[in-house]
């Protein structure tokens, strides 16, 4: 009896099926840094971040979004403080222009931080609502998510930006179960898919902070960050990485590629400083702008 051989179908799995979760370590991040800059490129090649946040008993929250933007490369950078005696100027960093809040939204801004130190006052409100229909992408971090959650018509008017103009969530696992309506337990029992809820409800893209931070695109794609330690529980660091996120766009960035870019970072300045015994105990998020800002140029150096 003659048994005829068939040939084995040629099956190339990685082109069968292409994974919708990656790792986002060193060497993926490295690779989203931009080329480094001309001779003769000024501060308008580099965008302009505004800040809205700092309300009574806040600033610090809005100052360290700022710096954290200005030091991570962005052009120039507006604060609209929203403390009624609020500071005309930070003595710590002079560069940073502070304005009232209305005032900020007629500059021409490359991108919009709402959310440190906001608050949830209705002029918080009102200015948020302003920020949402800012023609500019929009990072959205603390009280702005908090806001968006217990108002459904801010929620509305947040799924209804452009796709144009990005917008970026960058919940902790609390500020993520009360914009999804669930526990906070269950956020943690399922990550990925909570952040996953997350940038298909609003149509933005996602970091759902925490251990190994879940970075999630409105497509379903996701990456895992490995950089970070417990150094990070502390407050002011998530008002630094959304300076920093804020401040990449503003370079030119895609929404996607800052957002891995500045996960990362943030995450790796930490490293660095517990690596030379600055924390993790007592790590604070003012330590983190300055070590971010060092391994993102000694990256661009390597670059030439």
């Known amino acids: 009896m003659h048994t005829s051989h068939l040939a084995a179908p040629n099956l190339d799995a990685p082109t069968l099926l292409q994974p919708r979760g990656q790792v986002l370590d060193e060497t993926y991040a490295t690779s989203l840094i931009p080329a480094p800059r001309s001779a003769d490129s000024h501060k308008g090649n580099y965008g302009s971040v505004g800040v809205l946040g700092g309300a009574d008993g806040m600033v610090g929250a809005a100052f360290l979004a700022a710096r954290a933007a200005l030091k991570f490369g962005a052009g120039r950078v507006y604060v609209g403080l929203l403390a009624q005696h609020s500071p005309t100027v930070d003595l710590q960093q002079p560069e940073l222009m502070l304005h009232s809040p209305n ?3 007629k500059f021409n801004l490359s991108v919009l931080v709402a ?3 906001l608050g949830n ?4 409100y009102f200015l948020l609502q302003r920020a949402l229909e800012y023609a500019a992408p929009l990072v959205l971090d603390a009280d702005a998510l908090n806001l968006i959650a ?3 018509e801010l929620a509305e008017i947040l799924q209804q930006r452009s796709d144009n103009y990005p917008t970026l969530l960058t919940p902790h696992p609390g500020e993520a179960a009360r914009s999804l309506g669930v526990s906070i ?4 029992d399922d990550r990925i898919a909570a952040a996953q809820s997350l940038a298909q409800q609003f149509n933005s893209y996602v970091v759902l902070k925490g251990a190994g931070s879940i970075c999630m ?3 379903g794609e996701y990456l895992i960050n490995t950089s970070g330690n417990p150094g990070l529980a502390s407050a002011g660091t998530g008002d630094v990485l959304t300076g920093m996120i804020a401040a990449l766009i503003a370079q030119g960035l895609i929404a996607r590629d800052a957002l891995l870019l500045a996960v990362y970072a943030h995450g790796h300045a930490a490293d660095e400083l517990v690596k ?5 105990i007592g790590l604070t998020a003012s330590e983190l702008i300055d070590a971010a800002r060092q391994w993102l140029n000694s990256k661009h150096e390597a670059n030439r």
């Open 121 to 124: 006052t209705p002029d918080a």
């Open 115 to 117: 959310g440190p130190g």
């Open 276 to 280: 030379n015994g600055i924390g993790p």
């Open 103 to 105: 005032e900020l939204f």
């Open 150 to 152: 217990t108002y459904p």
């Open 185 to 188: 337990s269950s956020v943690q």
């Open 217 to 219: 695109m409105p497509s």
